[in-house]
């Protein structure tokens, strides 16, 4: 598929200049920028349909963890905010199992679209992993499966809907909850989040939504999934420099091998 068949670019010109910073200014204001219909439904079923054919090699985990994404502090008790655990579970297939056909590969290599993420990102450049698994991935969750509440280690995750939960899987939010650069973690207003004391803004992404996130500093999960149908959901990761890979330890973590 060529760009043009994969994207509507007539309601989102990513070659315009004044789009362009349209999108900045608002992902700038408030973290968020949600792209309904960014993707064609046609170029959506074929991601879908791919990701059907693997799901037999889908690596599978269910596991506890902070909201911080480390290991819990012994200097605070196991109820504090710091050391509460929630659950996450999901399955993921890697970058080395995305056809070199995909539309998904063709959306992620392609010069227009990373200079357009550039410009909104506020980025010298965008680079792909040089490790074999960790570029483009596609999470699937299941009936009962969820991510729970957490903050990112990256400063932006970008995301493509590819098939929605029919009932719940919604993905909630609480922006700017801490100030990492600084060290305040804000574990009064975490733990209010995490018994439920606090509104969350709710964001509602159909098939073909392309949304930028802003998670490191804003706390986020995505609901359990109480409908029969699999949600399934692509990550578009990028890094700054070239030549990154992620760990292999976290790669064992993440995707149950490191090649």
């Known amino acids: 598929m060529t760009l043009d068949e994969?994207?509507?670019?007539?309601?989102?010109?990513?070659?315009d200049a004044a789009f362009r910073a349209t999108c900045k200014n608002r992902f700038e204001?408030?973290?968020?920028l949600s792209m309904p219909g960014f993707v064609q439904q046609g170029a959506i079923n074929a991601i879908r349909d791919e990701g059907v054919a693997?799901?037999?090699?889908?690596?599978?985990?269910?596991?506890?963890?902070?909201?911080?994404?480390?290991a819990p502090d012994p200097a605070f008790a196991p109820d504090h905010p710091r050391n509460r655990m929630v659950t996450s579970s999901k399955g993921c297939i890697t970058d080395d199992l995305i056809s070199t056909g995909?539309?998904?590969?063709?959306?992620?290599?392609?010069?227009?679209?990373?200079?357009?993420?550039?410009?909104?990102l506020g980025e010298e450049a965008v680079y792909e992993y040089?490790?074999?698994?960790?570029?483009?991935?596609?999470?699937f969750a299941q009936t009962g499966?969820?991510?729970?509440?957490?903050?990112d280690?990256?400063?932006?995750?970008?995301?493509?809907?590819?098939?929605?939960?029919?009932?719940?899987?919604?993905?909630e939010y609480v922006e700017n909850v801490r100030d990492a650069d600084a060290g305040d973690m804000n574990f009064d207003a975490v733990g209010d989040i995490l018994d439920g004391k606090t509104p969350v803004k709710e964001l509602v992404a159909?098939?073909?939504?392309?949304?930028?996130?802003?998670?490191?500093?804003?706390?986020?999960?995505?609901?359990?999934?109480?409908?029969?149908?699999?949600?399934?959901?692509?990550v578009l990761a990028y890094n700054s420099e070239p030549g990154v890979s992620l760990s292999e330890e976290a790669r064992m973590t993440f995707y149950g091998r490191t090649g």
């Open 102 to 120: 995909s539309p998904l590969r063709a959306l992620y290599d392609s010069p227009l679209f990373q200079t357009f993420l550039c410009e909104v």
């Open 145 to 151: 499966q969820e991510l729970g509440w957490h903050f």
């Open 153 to 171: 280690n990256s400063s932006f995750a970008i995301t493509l809907m590819v098939q929605p939960s029919e009932k719940g899987g919604q993905f």
């Open 54 to 70: 693997n799901a037999d090699k889908v690596f599978a985990k269910t596991e506890q963890h902070t909201v911080y994404l480390s």
């Open 206 to 234: 159909e098939a073909g939504t392309l949304v930028f996130f802003r998670g490191r500093n804003s706390i986020h999960r995505v609901a359990l999934n109480e409908g029969n149908r699999t949600r399934m959901l692509a």
């Open 6 to 15: 994969i994207l509507d670019l007539n309601a989102y010109p990513i070659g």
């Open 130 to 139: 040089a490790d074999p698994l960790s570029s483009i991935n596609l999470h």
């Open 29 to 32: 204001e408030t973290g968020v």
